[in-house]
């Protein structure tokens, strides 16, 4: 069974910082790229990072998260994490993780295996 569960979101203040994760389970994790998406009220699903398949050696970041987050994988873990620095309130949604069978990252409509979401929300 194909499992993808996030963790790490929560309520921090502008300026602070959070590690979000996601767990993967039921498929071979290493022929897998992941990506972030985040999905804030009232808008669409939008990219924020991408990450290669195997050792991760290709990410990708959208311009507004670039210099502040941080993807990395943990093949051993079955863990990809989203390290967000600097946050600030327009960084607030849920956060989903996601995968694809593929060596580089790809657009949203290729990623076949989503996770249920981790709330961010940056508030003072």
């Known amino acids: 069974q194909v499992q993808l569960v996030e963790s790490g979101g929560g309520l921090v203040q502008p300026g602070g910082s959070l590690r979000l994760s996601c767990a993967a389970s039921?498929?071979?994790?290493?022929?897998?790229?992941f990506a972030w998406f985040r999905q804030a009220p009232g808008k669409e699903r939008e990219g924020v990072s991408c990450?290669?398949?195997?050792?991760?050696?290709?990410?990708y970041y959208e311009d507004p998260v670039k210099g502040r987050f941080t993807i990395s994988r943990d093949n051993d873990k079955r863990t990809v994490y989203l390290q967000m620095n600097s946050l600030q309130p327009e960084d607030t949604g849920v956060y989903y993780c996601?995968?694809?069978?593929?060596?580089?990252?790809?657009?949203?409509?290729?990623?076949?295996?989503w996770g249920q979401g981790t709330q961010v929300t940056v508030s003072s």
């Open positions: 996601a995968a694809v069978r593929s060596v580089l990252c790809s657009t949203l409509p290729a990623y076949n295996f």
């Open positions: 039921g498929f071979n994790f290493n022929d897998y790229s």
């Open positions: 990450i290669s398949s195997a050792d991760g050696s290709s990410t």
